[in-house]
């Protein structure tokens, strides 16, 4: 059983910064994870993707503030938010595929197996 546990979420201040963690218990080589998020009453959608430093995706509306990272030793994903935004409230979810492939990950949330139980980020103006 594949698990993954976030952390790191919180309530913060329109221009802070989090760091969100995800411990993953078996990883995949060259399988592709990610963070999504889902705002109440919309849908869970890509924030950034990773299967190696070469294969890095983000959505539009984080691109420059956003960086995601994967530490081997410690079999941690983080997902480091700068500049946050009123609209980047949501609760956070990492997500692993279990496909050892290349190039870049696919956005799409239905390409992604195992989840982990999310974590909530709310950034008041």
């Known amino acids: 059983l594949v698990q993954l546990v976030e952390s790191g979420g919180g309530s913060i201040q329109a221009g802070g910064s989090l760091r969100l963690s995800c411990v993953v218990s078996t990883y995949t080589y060259n399988e592709c994870m990610g963070w999504f998020r889902q705002a109440p009453g919309k849908e869970r959608e890509r924030v950034a993707t990773?299967?190696?430093?070469?294969?890095?995706t983000y959505s539009d509306s984080v691109k420059g503030r956003f960086t995601i990272s994967y530490d081997n030793a410690k079999n941690t994903l983080y997902l480091q938010m700068n500049s946050l935004k009123p609209e980047d409230t949501g609760m956070y979810y990492c997500?692993?595929?279990?496909?050892?492939?290349?190039?870049?990950?696919?956005?799409?949330?239905?390409?992604?197996?195992?989840w982990g139980q999310g974590t909530q980020v709310t950034v008041s103006s």
């Open positions: 997500a692993a595929n279990r496909r050892a492939s290349f190039g870049f990950c696919l956005p799409d949330v239905y390409d992604y197996i195992d």
């Open positions: 990773f299967r190696s430093a070469r294969y890095i």
